[in-house]
């Protein structure tokens, strides 16, 4: 019984993640869902991404001269 619930539950993840990652089908006709057509919004989240990774390195910087009291 416990092997079926398990084959189950991984049946279920498996099979299941593929209908819930699946992309609708293009708009009729060929054009594009938005104007202008790259639709990608990468602006925001790469400045995030970058004041996340500066404030990181600062953090570390700050957390290595605390330890030896100077930076190699």
Same mark, same amino acid.
């Given at each position: ?11 279920? +993840?498996?099979? $299941? ?5 699946? =992309? ?5 006709? $060929? ?10 919004? +990468?602006?925001? $989240?790469?400045?995030?991404? +970058? @004041? @996340?990774? @500066? =404030?990181?390195? =600062?953090?570390?910087?700050?957390? =290595? ?5 100077? +930076?190699?």
């Amino acid at each position: 019984m416990k092997i079926l619930k398990r084959t189950l539950v991984l049946s279920l +993840i498996l099979f $299941g993640s593929q209908v819930l990652l699946s =992309a609708p089908p293009p708009p009729p006709g $060929g054009s594009p869902g938005c104007w202008p057509p790259p639709c990608v919004p +990468i602006d925001g $989240g790469i400045t995030f991404l +970058i @004041a @996340a990774g @500066a =404030a990181y390195g =600062a953090k570390k910087l700050v957390d =290595a001269r605390k330890k030896n009291k100077s +930076i190699i």
